[in-house]
């Protein structure tokens, strides 16, 4: 049918992957279709590689869920979104941990998230809301040699295994919309949440500044809570600001804040598989438990071509987060021994702190040809300044016994306030190279530490990657790599025979990651790729903890040793001009070779499915199915066995949901999350484990003018 421009404008494109094209003229006529099907697959990404690419011919393995993904998937925050997908894991969905934000990747812990390629402040990122995000970017493997090696007091081997950029909604320059959603969920074991997201695109200036505010405000009643527990809300807003400096040269403020306040939560005890106690929405915490944070910053940015030959890429940002908490959890280390008044062991954790992240980054990426090979040559130097401060930690009363609900804050608040800075200064040298079927990326990121203790370090990480087009046709793409990530082991106490530096006896070395990758990715037909990849990562020189049995005291010697090596698979696109998939498969089999023990730290295989269906002759609806599997894994401590008791069985969920469009402009979405309502260990932080929502039920209305 013919309908002017204006009802074009405020055509509703909300049932998941409908979208909007470049906006017509005042008095053009068009014509209305139905709604495109989800597209899972981005066109091009920078994440892993530096430089825009399409994902099929990077040489390094970079897993990307688009807006369409993340909008059908419709999860409550960030972790709950990044580990639906396999391999990828999370010790603890809680910001009272030391690796808080940071996920495991291929068997090994990863690099603090990156917003918009800048790191955030204060680990915060697990609970941030995804409709504020326009794509996760999922970079897999050591990343020292795109983003440098990792910085936090102890460096917990964080950055072996990969990392997570998101990438925030930015402004479009095509048209003005306004988008809301109203999200309502229910579950009798998790609790009731509820909504409000609203995402507003703006356009003046005759298409040369652009204003985007996307926001979301959420209350929360779980119900794992203690009774006479305050309800939990958060609210968070990214506005974006883009001005034209010229046509393919832009400029702008990209803007975070988000404020949390929920009800404390630190997980429950298992036995064989089992929660120990009444269930696993048991909880140990009290009514007044809290957790409580706040991040606000931001990001000047300059994107964009200067001439022909020359791109510039600037960014200097700012985050802090104050994060305090007051909790009563279960008692996290090796053992039980539970009381026998409560039928319970606890932990005590309390803190109040405050971290702010500069950051200040300049690449410079020219382009040019030589002999037929065209080359895209990134010179890249930055400079990060993190910034600790204040009180904190946990206690329990298996400590001596002398902690007790009356005295466990005087004994936090006794280790002392603490005030620590640190500096990392990175230069980063990389060429693309371009020729018919092959790119190959070669590059070293060289960085500088200064530490708490003011050790100083080097680190240096290379990479080398290859990807060939066989036939040059984009129908099979080889690829393979080779990268090193170094990582200095700060703050660790030597062993005495090990003289370390000359500022307290601390360890000097560095610790290594090299992965080896190759693998294959076929385009049977449409959009749909198929991708089969083998890897290998060896890490050595790590920390070992070792006890001094005449002093008592700890040490650290650098001799560990292991590796984690898989396979993963994938195929993901459109099947038919109506169906499309995302289907992934992940195989781990970690190793300790220091202390010759072969065990399942994270689940050794994994399983991810979703699948979208239109229905033209239903009104065009949108069904969508999709179910997850995990296998059985081990619970650790401190990164070993904790015993046969402590363990997580296998654990298989399934979704199902539904999008109707009633009117070009309004939908509707129903959905059932964890259809069987199958419970089980979702992640654990040491053995506090916790456990997977049960069945949810959700509705959601959208529109759009």
């Not at 590796?563 to 993963?568: L, N, P, R």
């Not at 894994?633 to 401190?638: C, G, I, K, V």
Request: hydrophobic residues 35%; contains cysteine.
């Amino acid at each position: 049918m013919k309908v002017s421009a204006k009802m074009v404008v405020g055509l509703l494109a909300l049932v998941p992957g409908m979208t909007l094209g470049e906006a017509p003229t005042e008095n053009e006529a068009v014509v209305v279709t139905a709604a495109p099907l989800p597209k899972y697959r981005t066109e091009t990404t920078d994440a892993g590689t530096l430089v825009e690419l399409p994902p099929e011919r990077s040489p390094f393995t970079v897993d990307s869920l688009t807006e369409d993904f993340i909008r059908e998937r419709n999860a409550t925050d960030l972790d709950q979104l990044v580990t639906l997908q396999p391999g990828i894991y999370q010790g603890g969905k809680t910001v009272m941990a030391r690796q808080a934000g940071t996920y495991t990747i291929r068997g090994y812990s990863g690099s603090e998230v990156l917003l918009g390629g800048v790191p955030l402040a204060g680990g915060v990122a697990t609970f941030l809301d995804p409709t504020l995000l326009e794509r996760v970017d999922i970079v897999k493997g050591p990343v020292g040699g795109a983003y440098g090696a990792q910085m936090v007091n102890m460096t917990d081997l964080m950055g072996a295994g990969g990392t997570v950029i998101l990438q925030p909604k930015r402004p479009s320059f095509e048209e003005d919309f306004h988008d809301f959603l109203l999200k309502g969920s229910y579950s009798k074991a998790s609790g009731t949440r509820l909504k409000l997201a609203t995402d507003i695109n703006r356009v003046f200036a005759d298409e040369r500044f652009a204003v985007r505010v996307p926001m979301a405000y959420e209350w929360r009643d779980p119900g794992w809570a203690a009774s006479g527990a305050g309800h939990g809300r958060t609210f968070s807003a990214a506005p974006s600001l883009s001005l034209r400096v010229a046509d393919r040269l832009e400029t702008g403020f990209d803007l975070f804040y988000q404020y949390s306040d929920q009800p404390a939560f630190q997980g429950v005890r298992t036995l064989y598989g089992k929660p120990y106690g009444s269930g696993w929405d048991d909880t140990y915490t009290r009514p007044g438990d809290r957790m409580r944070f706040q991040t606000f910053g931001g990001t000047f940015r300059l994107d964009g071509d200067v001439t022909e030959w020359l791109t510039l890429r600037t960014r200097l940002s700012f985050f802090q987060t104050e994060n305090r908490y007051d909790y009563r959890g279960p008692f996290s280390n090796v053992g039980f021994d539970p009381d026998p008044a409560s039928g319970k062991r606890y932990e005590w954790g309390a803190g109040d702190r405050l971290a702010r992240t500069f950051y200040a980054g300049q690449d410079a990426i020219f382009k040019f040809d030589t002999w037929g090979v065209d080359h895209q040559f990134l010179v890249g130097v930055s400079t990060t300044v993190k910034e600790n401060q204040g009180w904190g930690g946990f206690t329990s009363t298996g400590r001596g016994g002398t902690v007790t609900e009356e005295n466990y804050l005087e004994k936090i608040k006794a280790t002392g306030y603490s005030d620590t800075r640190q500096q990392k200064v990175g230069l980063n040298v990389q060429d693309l190279l371009e020729w018919r079927g092959l790119s190959v990326i070669a590059g070293m990121r060289a960085d500088w530490h200064d530490s708490v203790n003011h050790v100083h370090a080097w680190t240096f990480s290379p990479r080398l990657g290859v990807s060939y087009d066989i036939l040059e046709a984009g129908r099979a793409i080889l690829f393979a790599n080779v990268s090193l990530t170094e990582t200095p082991n700060f703050n660790y106490k030597a062993w005495p025979d090990n003289t370390g530096t000359a500022k307290s006896d601390y360890l000097d070395s560095t610790w290594r990651a090299v992965q080896k990758e190759a693998g294959i990715r076929v385009n049977p037909t449409g959009s749909l790729w198929l991708t089969g990849t083998l890897f290998r990562i060896d890490q050595s020189n790590a920390p070992i903890a070792m006890d001094n049995d005449l002093t008592g005291e700890g040490y650290y010697s650098d001799d560990g040793k292991t590796y984690s090596q898989g396979v993963e698979l994938s195929a993901s696109g459109d099947i038919t001009d109506n169906w499309s998939i995302y289907l992934a498969y992940a195989y781990i089999d970690y190793y300790d070779k220091t202390n010759g023990l072969r065990f399942d730290r994270f689940p050794p295989h994994a399983v991810s499915l979703w699948t979208s269906y239109k229905a033209p002759w239903f009104y065009d609806a949108v069904f969508g199915l999709g179910c997850r599997w995990r296998d059985a894994w081990e619970m650790t401590f401190r990164g070993q066995q904790a015993g046969e008791d402590q363990i997580a069985k296998r654990l298989l969920t399934f979704d199902a949901s539904v999008d109707f469009p009633f009117t070009e402009n309004f939908s509707l979405g129903f959905a059932v999350r964890n259809l069987f309502d199958s419970r089980g260990v979702e992640s654990a932080r040491n053995l506090q484990a916790f456990a997977n929502d049960g069945r949810t039920f959700e509705l959601s209305l959208r529109f759009r003018f």
